[in-house]
């Protein structure tokens, strides 16, 4: 579905003079107010008798000014003294000042979303708004959750929930004052974050939920932020939070943490050693098929073992043909020089060498079988990350295998489908580290 300002801005000169001609004074003078007019998809609400609509979306996706715009949507009559939907609004922010300078005075808040004629008032000293037909809007702080003990609403606006310190309490206060009128609604607008408030919220049956990525309002952001926060943060775990607005979970026990991950990120790797290739193939090719794991690791294996290194340079997963991922991982080892493919080869046994070398007959190709199962193979591997031995690239596309990452636990994967992406980043660093360092001890021990 495209907004009227999307069609304007494709639809040919003539039309776009036609669209305005057609319109009355009045009508021409309200365009610029009318939302729903200029609104982006996300930014409107869902149909139905939905409690709750969260818009869930990266840093500047427009979620602050859908908040804004539902709020005078609920508040406003026909004209500006009529009554509306709602007559007691709480605006609830992280602190009072957030409320203040974001939700109500800020480029995208109430005061600048309103026509002059509606425009409500600020009361300092009373922290609200109030409306030319009487509506009023109050402000209240994450920070003093018990503030919402005694007032009653019919209408809340809730800005940036996931950040909030008490953020179980202060939504429990919310959800008793919000009582008033038949059907009392409430709009969170929040980057997401793995916080256990907002996971309850969106299993609620009631719950109703918008998503969209920074990218969708571009149009009104600065092509300096987007191209400064694309180039630092896309395809890693936390752009995939605050660029794409995906809820990233972390299970507990599991063996790599999203805090862990961004802290082994770098801009580059040093003068690598060894570079493989480690596939983890999905033997069948049809739609169902699981993803096949692709991932490039390079390690700098000069002087002792303990100071070997590894850096994983590129996730290059594919789904397809058995040909179409042999190809990927073929392209993958040409683009970095490595020496080596590694594959397990338990499910598919000889077809996945054979595969291979349909695409490149002389292809340097090591089969893995697996004699343990996903779990604890990859638990030395964590070991790993756990000693700072191992660093992400920023630009290495590692997002997705980032989140396989943050499931896995010592009981298995805790997500869907198969971690295909980990299991071929555990074969790269069994290869490249774990398996050479306990051949390089061998002898050693043996003359203990």
């Not at 907004?3 to 003078?29: I, K, P, Y």
């Not at 539902?70 to 409320?99: H, I, K, Y």
């Amino acid at each position: 579905m495209r907004s009227g300002a999307a069609w304007l801005a494709c639809a040919r000169q003539e039309e776009v003079d036609e669209f305005l001609e057609g319109l009355g004074d009045n009508a021409l003078l309200a365009l610029p107010w009318m939302f729903e007019f200029w609104a982006l998809p996300h930014q409107l609400p869902p149909a139905g008798a939905w409690k709750s609509w969260v818009i869930m979306g990266g840093r500047g996706a427009g979620k602050t000014r859908a908040g804004a715009e539902w709020v005078r949507a609920q508040v406003e009559g026909a004209r500006p003294l009529d009554p509306g939907r709602a007559r007691r609004v709480a605006l609830v922010g992280e602190t009072f000042d957030q409320v203040r300078d974001v939700m109500v005075f800020g480029d995208s808040g109430i005061l600048a979303c309103s026509p002059p004629d509606r425009r409500p008032e600020w009361e300092a000293g009373r922290r609200r708004l109030i409306w030319p037909n009487g509506a009023t809007a109050q402000a209240f702080s994450a920070h003093e959750p018990e503030a919402l003990r005694g007032p009653q609403f019919d209408a809340a606006w809730v800005d940036e929930l996931a950040k909030w310190k008490k953020a179980e309490e202060t939504w429990d206060m919310l959800q008793f004052a919000l009582r008033l009128g038949t059907h009392p609604q409430q709009v969170i607008t929040t980057t997401p974050r793995n916080v256990g408030v907002l996971k309850t919220i969106l299993k609620n049956p009631s719950t109703v939920v918008t998503h969209a990525p920074t990218e969708a309002n571009r149009a009104y952001l600065a092509a300096s932020f987007l191209e400064e926060v694309q180039a630092r943060y896309a395809g890693t775990r936390l752009g995939r939070q605050e660029l794409e607005g995906v809820l990233l979970e972390d299970v507990e026990g599991a063996l790599w943490t999203t805090a862990g991950l961004e802290g082994c990120r770098v801009d580059r790797a040093p003068d690598l050693d060894r570079i493989v290739v480690a596939v983890d193939p999905a033997v069948t090719g049809h739609a169902g098929s699981d993803e096949c794991g692709i991932v490039v690791v390079g390690a700098v294996t000069r002087g002792p073992v303990q100071d070997w290194r590894a850096y994983v340079l590129e996730d290059c997963s594919a789904r397809g043909k058995p040909t179409d991922w042999a190809r990927a991982a073929i392209a993958a080892m040409e683009k970095y020089g490595a020496e080596k493919l590694v594959a397990e080869v338990n499910q598919g046994g000889d077809m996945v060498e054979s595969v291979i070398r349909q695409i490149d007959p002389l292809v340097p190709f090591k089969a893995l079988r697996a004699g343990r199962g996903k779990s604890a193979r990859a638990e030395p591997v964590a070991a790993l990350y756990e000693q700072g031995r191992v660093r992400h690239l920023k630009h290495g596309h590692l997002g997705t295998l980032e989140d396989q990452m943050c499931r896995m636990t010592v009981q298995g994967y805790e997500g869907r489908g198969s971690p295909d992406r980990v299991d071929a980043l555990v074969w790269a660093l069994h290869e490249l580290i774990i398996e050479p360092a306990a051949h390089w001890r061998r002898p050693q021990m043996r003359q203990l």
